[in-house]
């Protein structure tokens, strides 16, 4: 009986290792576990504000793109303007000349 209780407690014994082994190992895991989900969440985190940057920046592009737009139609409203001014001056010389020459029929 002896031998056997002997046998039954070394066998306990054996096992109680085992568990404790497991419970290490399980303890490891799950610690291997929340080191994941923490590097998940970061990475998550992360790709949240790479995100919301690029949205800024498409609208920062947008605005640009319609920045330059209005300033062409501004340039080409100025050069329009200049061309008429231009017209405008040419019809005025001309008329001018045309009094000087009136007037100098008067002088003679």
Do not use: C, P, W
């Amino acid at each position: 009986m002896n031998r056997a209780t002997n046998t039954v407690e070394e066998e306990l014994t054996r096992m109680t290792g085992l568990l404790e082994k497991t419970a290490e190992k399980v303890s490891h895991s799950q610690s291997s576990i929340r080191n994941v989900k923490s590097s998940v969440e970061m990475i998550s985190e992360r790709s949240d504000q790479i995100h919301q940057s690029a949205a800024e920046q498409r609208t920062a592009i947008e605005e640009i793109s319609l920045a330059i737009v209005e300033a062409s139609e501004a340039a080409n409203s100025v050069y329009d303007r200049a061309a008429q001014n231009a017209e405008g001056t040419k019809r005025v010389s001309a008329i001018s000349a045309l009094i000087a020459e009136h007037m100098a029929k008067f002088r003679t």
